[in-house]
């Protein structure tokens, strides 16, 4: 496979190996079972598969066995550096920073996690079919960063594109996504919208003596609107899951800037397993900043 190749058709409508590069490039690690549900959710899956072990034969990718499935043999895939190179210039891809994992050590360590992320984008992606929304795989971006001042960045887990089709309308929606794995203090995960506070009033400072006036916030350069923000959790029982969005709730009441963010954002926050049982637009969404649950496009 060469440069060429790769970049006559568009990655979304080209063949399934373009594909199949374009959705690691931009998800970073995904099984088998998530790259078929994800390229080809109605089609074969031994065709993935065929694709797959071609690509590794070509030195594109490699697979890491995920270290909880030794008897199915479920296999991670990743980029390797030929393949991330082969990737850099896909139009699904132009003007979004690589972040890819070409290695089986940085696989291995972000293996979980990205799969994670990548099982909620799924989730959104296959309610969205359903109803006949628009929201595919490059709808989805993985580790968006952005400065909030003093050096610090916050850096979303997914930054989610969604078209609502509705009779009389198009509705474009945007959210931030945090995916909690219970792998952290409940502290430190509310302490996930001070982050996102900080981002909603940051203004970028001009160089030099003179002030011009300010554009407004920095996110205006990205985004028309803020994007609403989304905790999806897993990874503990419910009540323990229960008990981690109380503290999101709390930390909305309590903290000043948050509580301004809350009367600008919706913020809501739901369990994985909800989401994957019920579909994403149903009411399973807590609002954060007090309500009953409802869909996510409505809080």
């Known amino acids: 496979m060469t440069n060429s190749d790769l970049n006559a058709p568009a990655a979304a409508a080209g063949p399934l190996r373009h594909q199949v590069l374009a959705g690691l490039a931009q998800h970073r690690i995904a099984s088998t079972n998530q790259l078929h549900r994800m390229l080809r959710p109605q089609g074969s899956r031994q065709l993935l598969s065929r694709a797959l072990t071609r690509l590794r034969t070509d030195g594109f990718v490699d697979c890491t066995v995920l270290p909880d499935a030794k008897h199915s043999r479920t296999k991670a895939w990743y980029l390797t550096p030929e393949g991330a190179r082969l990737t850099r210039d ?66 979303a887990d997914a930054v989610m594109y969604y078209t609502v089709v509705e009779p009389e309308r198009r509705r474009k929606l945007r959210a931030f996504i945090e995916v909690d794995r219970t792998t952290m203090s409940s502290e430190r995960l509310a302490a996930k919208l001070i982050e996102y506070a900080r981002l909603f009033t940051y203004e970028t400072q001009p160089i030099g003596r003179r002030r011009p006036t300010p554009a407004g916030p920095a996110w205006l350069r990205w985004y028309p609107v803020f994007p609403r923000l989304l ?68 809080l």
């Open 90 to 155: 896909l139009p699904a891809l132009r003007g979004r920073p690589p972040y890819p994992v070409t290695s089986r050590t940085a696989a291995s360590l972000r293996t979980l996690h990205t799969l994670t992320v990548v099982r909620a984008h799924l989730a959104f992606a296959s309610d969205a079919r359903r109803l006949g929304h628009e929201h595919g795989p490059w709808d989805w971006i993985p580790e968006v960063s952005h400065s909030i001042g003093e050096g610090n960045r916050l850096v």
């Open 231 to 298: 905790f999806i959790l897993t990874g503990a029982p419910r009540p323990r899951l229960d008990d981690r969005i109380n503290d999101l709730q709390a930390m909305v009441s309590h903290h000043p800037l948050v509580a301004s963010l809350a009367h600008e954002v919706q913020l809501g926050a739901a369990t994985l397993e909800d989401i994957e049982h019920h579909g994403p637009t149903q009411a399973i969404w807590v609002p954060l900043a007090g309500g009953r649950p409802c869909p996510w496009t409505s």
